[in-house]
């Protein structure tokens, strides 16, 4: 594997390991620096299991200042799922350590064309207020669940009901107010850019 180190007379602050525990995501206790290699956070990632993922490799290229790894889709394949928090030795959280990396590669534009295909789940946000299930996504989950998904959506305002819960829809006033909020924050505009993604690789 090519690793790419630091430049001669660079400042240790700025390589990337700093960079991640300098970032707001990053736990205060986060142990990045104390890792020592051991594998025990592959030993029970289900990631690592079923793909080519593994949290060991992407600790050892963080510390060794290897740029490369925001262009890699593995970064990918994790599952958030905190089983190497939970067993690591030095506190250290691979989780969070991909959360990070990827919204580096986000930035970079190397992330964009991974999360490309969620962006309907921003439409939803963007013209409805409410994060729902874009209905592009309804046929998978249909394969997935079978006739439990069907029947779901089919009586979503009965089982709603009976649950005494509210009409999904906000009221203008609150759509209305989210909207300004996603304007405000720059979530509309980060949208954007993301969306033309798909034209370049089209």
């Known amino acids: 594997m090519q690793v790419k180190r630091r430049e001669m ?8 390991a700093h960079r991640i525990l300098r970032d ?7 142990g990045l620096l104390r ?3 051991c594998g025990m956070c592959a030993s029970t990632c ?3 299991r079923h793909s080519d993922y593994d949290p060991r490799v992407v600790i050892k290229r963080v510390l060794d200042d290897d740029e490369t790894i925001l262009e890699d889709d593995d970064i990918w394949n994790c599952f958030y ?6 067993i690591c ?29 969620f962006m309907s789940f ?27 998904w069907g029947n779901l959506q089919e009586n979503l305002e009965e089982v709603r009901e009976s649950l005494e819960l509210e009409d ?19 979530f509309k505009k980060k949208v954007e850019e993301i969306k033309k993604v798909r034209d370049n690789y089209e």
């Open 122 to 148: 921003a439409d939803s946000y963007i013209d409805e207020g409410l994060g729902i299930i874009p209905k592009e996504y309804h046929g998978q989950l249909h394969k997935d669940y079978g006739k439990h």
């Open 81 to 86: 799922c905190y089983n190497c928090h939970s």
């Open 9 to 16: 007379g660079g400042s240790k602050q700025d390589d990337l």
């Open 168 to 186: 999904m829809h906000l009221y203008p006033e609150a759509k209305d107010e989210v909207g300004k909020t996603l304007e405000a924050i720059g």
């Open 24 to 30: 707001i995501k990053a736990s205060s206790d986060l």
């Open 89 to 117: 030795p030095v506190g250290n959280s691979v989780c969070e350590v991909n959360q990070i990396l990827r919204q580096m590669a986000i930035d970079k534009d190397t992330g964009k064309k991974q999360i490309e295909s």
């Open 35 to 37: 890792c020592v290699q």
């Open 46 to 48: 289900p990631a690592a």
